[in-house]
């Protein structure tokens, strides 16, 4: 068998031009900057259009299901922070893959990144026309007629307020990245002030019996909860694909990705608790735009709701912005090392962005949001998440033997039992999902190895890099330049 094709770190870097200015970028995001990023990247549907969906699974404890998909993506933000820091380069875990675990496996990563992230944006704009309706009737009393505000397996012909917000997502991708994190930050104010202010209405109608009887459902309950509640955070991992546009990436990414964990749990487990103990759980099950009609219900006003509807436009309208980003920066290392077409490397002289592949991305996701009903796909999306986040601990460790040198600004506390306990919560929460979704995604698997074998593999740069290029090399590389 042969030994599989492995890119070491220092060459990423060299590649990169990580430690200067990475390949045509700009470093222009500081540590609030990234951190808005972060923000901006997983508050949004999950809180303000998911959090019905896991209170109808797990009653009150849904607390407890936002807790226990934190634990998840705690560990596993401890390895991203470690590989982040280590290997700045804009490719996320389709890079840390490919140093510590090879070729096949990143591309592997990086075709469940698409799945990921595609399915997630597509998902997001749909929720966004939900809150576009909400906000539009708190305004004039009218809505959007259901022919333009849905897709045809929902009743309507399509979902236009959706196209709209990846479209105005890619403008603002496409001029610039300093534009867009002023944007992001701008947005993350906002909805964190919403939800705030939404903790503040809910807890003055707390009512204790509402939180009774907590656990409706048992276990299970808390356990299908904590599936849905896990796609609440997917995002933080896309701080990393900032690595060659933050001024500091080795400090930075780290320190990042522990802020916004910490903020985004303690902000959903509060969110979660003030809308239950406003009305009850039984009301916020499965109730779209929860959150408005939750203020709606304690104020007895739409004034109230249409604040919470505002926010929520803006909260999701960033995660779409932030989470294109990723995916644009991903795309852009996976071309660049060959595995893909190579139009996705292609940077602006002008603005110094990937302007063509911004906009294929923008277009390839745009489609599935206007036309397609993704309820059946959202846990294919999840268990695609998991699978890199157990890849990303896997690779930690493989890191950790190959490389025992290589620079870490961060490392994962209680190593090995830190990743380990990682993969462990990403196979309980995969095994949640189901056999129908494992069945999906194997096939999802195969066909993306069909794509390496057939493409990628050839095409691959490794087989025609000089030879390894050593860290104090790398080092060298940029004074010689």
Not at 458 to 479: G, I, K, M, N, Y
Request: proline share 5%; glycine share 12%; with cysteine.
């Amino acid at each position: 068998m042969p030994a599989p094709r492995i890119k070491p770190p220092a060459l990423l870097v060299a590649e990169s031009g990580a430690d200067r200015e990475g390949h045509g970028l700009q470093r222009t995001m500081g540590l609030f900057q990234l951190i808005c990023f972060g923000v901006g990247a997983i508050v949004g549907t999950g809180i303000f259009v998911g959090l019905s969906d896991s209170v109808a699974k797990a009653g009150p404890a849904v607390v407890v299901s936002f807790v226990l998909a934190a634990i998840t993506c705690v560990f596993t933000a401890f390895s991203f922070a470690e590989l982040g820091g280590a290997i700045p380069v804009s490719g996320s875990s389709y890079s840390f893959a490919y140093a510590g675990l090879g070729e096949s496996t990143a591309f592997l990563v990086g075709w469940c990144l698409l799945l990921e992230y595609g399915i997630s944006i597509s998902a997001v704009a749909v929720g966004w026309s939900q809150y576009v309706n909400e906000l539009l009737h708190s305004l004039t009393g009218r809505q959007l007629p259901a022919a333009l505000s849905a897709g045809p397996a929902d009743g309507g012909i399509l979902n236009l307020p959706a196209v709209i917000v990846i479209a105005l997502a890619c403008l603002l991708l496409v001029r610039g990245v300093r534009e867009s994190a002023r944007a992001t930050a701008a947005m993350a104010a906002v909805k964190l002030v919403v939800l705030l202010a939404f903790c503040a209405i809910g807890y003055s109608a707390f009512k204790h019996g509402n939180l009774t009887p907590f656990s409706p459902a048992g276990l299970g309950g808390i356990g299908a909860g904590t599936t849905a509640a896990f796609f609440s955070y997917i995002g933080f991992d896309a701080i990393t694909t900032a690595g060659e546009e933050a001024k500091n990436p080795r400090r930075d990414i780290p320190v990042a990705i522990m802020v916004c964990m910490g903020v985004v749990t303690l902000l959903y487990c509060a969110v979660a608790v003030a809308a239950i103990g406003a009305i009850g759980g039984d009301q916020v099950a499965g109730r779209p735009a929860a959150l408005s009609y939750v203020v709606n219900e304690v104020t007895g006003s739409t004034v109230g709701g249409g604040v919470i509807a505002f926010g929520a436009v803006v909260a999701i309208a960033s995660v779409v912005l932030a989470v294109m980003y990723g995916q644009t920066r991903i795309l852009m290392s996976m071309s660049r090392d060959g595995l893909i077409p190579r139009v996705f490397e292609k940077v602006s002289p002008r603005t110094s962005t990937p302007v063509a592949g911004t906009l294929i991305v923008a277009v390839l996701f745009a489609l599935p949001a206007a036309f397609a009903s993704l309820d059946a796909v959202m846990n294919l999306c999840t268990i695609g998440t998991l699978a890199i986040m157990a890849v990303v601990n896997i690779t930690v460790i493989a890191l950790r033997r190959r490389e025992p040198g290589l620079s870490r600004s961060f490392r994962v506390p209680l190593y090995p039992v830190g990743p380990l306990l990682g993969v462990g919560f990403c196979l309980y929460l995969m095994y949640e999902t189901g056999w129908r979704t494992w069945l999906q995604f194997a096939g999802f698997l195969v066909a993306g190895l069909l794509v390496y074998v057939v493409y990628g593999r050839r095409h691959s740069t490794l087989v025609r890099t000089a030879p390894e290029v050593t860290p104090d090399a790398a080092e060298r590389e940029p004074q010689a330049a």
